[in-house]
């Protein structure tokens, strides 16, 4: 079976920085996009930041300017580093991958909290 290991989460001040790890494997198709959601507690999950086969990004609005997604193709894994952490940002972060053959897969989440 497809399998997400997700890792990176901790807990952090604000104005802190993480850097989160995604790496999938026993995957039968090539990856076409690979990204990051969270979900906060209470609410709904959220697009936090996905990066294309070709390289093209998208990301959250509240977000942006503050957060990093990059991918390296040999070892099937997405990053995302964070800066400038708010406590906003606190939230259950889920690894997402969208196969060749366009079957999403979820990772099983790591917890970032921001607290002071």
């Known amino acids: 079976q497809v399998q997400l290991v997700e890792s990176g989460g901790d807990l952090v001040q604000p104005g802190g920085s993480l850097r989160l790890s995604c790496t999938a494997s026993?995957?039968?198709?090539?990856?076409?996009?690979m990204g990051w959601y969270r979900q906060a507690p209470g609410k709904e999950r959220e697009l936090v930041a996905i990066?294309?086969?070709?390289?093209?990004?998208t990301y959250a609005d509240s977000v942006k300017g503050r957060f990093t997604i990059s991918r390296d193709n040999a070892r099937n894994a997405v990053y995302l580093q964070m800066n400038s952490l708010k406590v906003e940002d606190t939230a259950v972060y889920y690894c997402?991958?969208?196969?060749?053959?366009?079957?999403?897969?979820w990772g099983k989440g790591t917890l970032v909290t921001v607290s002071s």
């Open positions: 997402y991958v969208l196969t060749g053959r366009f079957t999403p897969y």
């Open positions: 026993r995957l039968m198709f090539t990856i076409h996009t």
């Open positions: 990066i294309r086969d070709g390289g093209g990004t």
